[in-house]
């Protein structure tokens, strides 16, 4: 009798473990799931049919056109007589199937100057390897105006991936830039940018994540910035979104620091 028990009892908590198996992890159990293998990212319904896409802050629609200013405020106290920076950035951005083309400039003020710093042109095509991995590659350049004696025009490679998982996202990415100026100062070297990260998406109008970059100077005796740097996106509805985004150097004797917010249109 004891082990008839037994057998039942194991009988029952493996047809419980069935019937509450959710094998596409959305959140509803497969006995009624009626759109089962719901990729990782979308949001769904109680039938666990999908409502809304979670996307990367990168990520657009089709066709779309955004315009965005963002205002930042740094601290380097590395530097002489522009410790302390104010720079007001506008970028235009369009998307259209995997493609992505933006124009970014800026200007800024310090406490000995102020002018406008280098407008930067970027094309991105974006690979889809699974629903869940997906790769970006582009090609930039950075058109000097800003004035600085031997400034010239840069150019830079760009690549990406990221991978998500459910309602987290991993990250990392690396860009390579030439650079053309005169040495006017001191030698100069082609810069790398490397950065690796994670997210979560906490619903789909709120994404979080936290990186660590490492940014070359592009002087050759000055060492390489490593930051730790945590951002909020926030979509306030279907035209207009904000970013919120906090560095910190890290390093010996680095308290530099940086915040900026952000503030988007979408065109169309």
Not at 213 to 219: L, M, N, P, Q, V
Request: negative net charge; glycine residues 6%.
């Amino acid at each position: 009798m004891m082990i008839d028990k037994i057998v039942l009892g194991l009988m029952l908590i493996s047809s419980l473990s069935f019937a509450n198996l959710d094998s596409d992890m959305d959140g509803v159990i497969d006995s009624i799931d009626k759109c089962p293998n719901t990729p990782f990212l979308n949001e769904v319904d109680a039938s666990g049919c999908t409502t809304n896409l979670l996307k990367l802050p990168e990520e657009r629609d089709d066709d779309t056109l955004e315009v965005d200013i963002s205002y930042g405020f740094s601290n380097d106290e590395d530097t002489i007589d522009r410790d302390k920076q104010h720079l007001t950035n506008l970028q235009m951005s369009y998307y259209l199937n995997d493609w992505s083309y933006s124009i970014n400039t800026g200007y800024f003020t310090t406490a000995s100057s102020s002018g406008f710093s280098d407008t930067a042109l970027k094309i991105k095509k974006r690979f889809t390897l699974t629903d869940s991995l997906k790769l970006s590659l582009g090609v930039g350049v950075k058109l000097p105006s800003y004035d600085f004696v031997g400034n010239q025009t840069d150019y830079s490679l760009y690549s990406s991936i990221s991978y998500s998982i459910s309602k987290i996202s991993l990250f990392a990415g690396w860009s390579y830039t030439f650079i053309e100026d005169e040495e006017s100062i001191a030698p100069l070297k082609n810069t790398n940018t490397l950065y690796i990260g994670t997210g979560y998406f906490w619903n789909k109008d709120i994404y979080t994540n936290i990186a660590y970059t490492s940014i070359e100077s592009k002087f050759e005796k000055n060492h390489a910035d490593q930051s730790i740097i945590a951002s909020i996106f926030y979509t306030i509805n279907e035209k207009w979104f904000t970013t919120i985004t906090y560095a910190q150097e890290i390093g010996e004797d680095n308290i530099d620091n940086k915040i900026s917010l952000r503030l988007g249109y979408r065109v169309w």
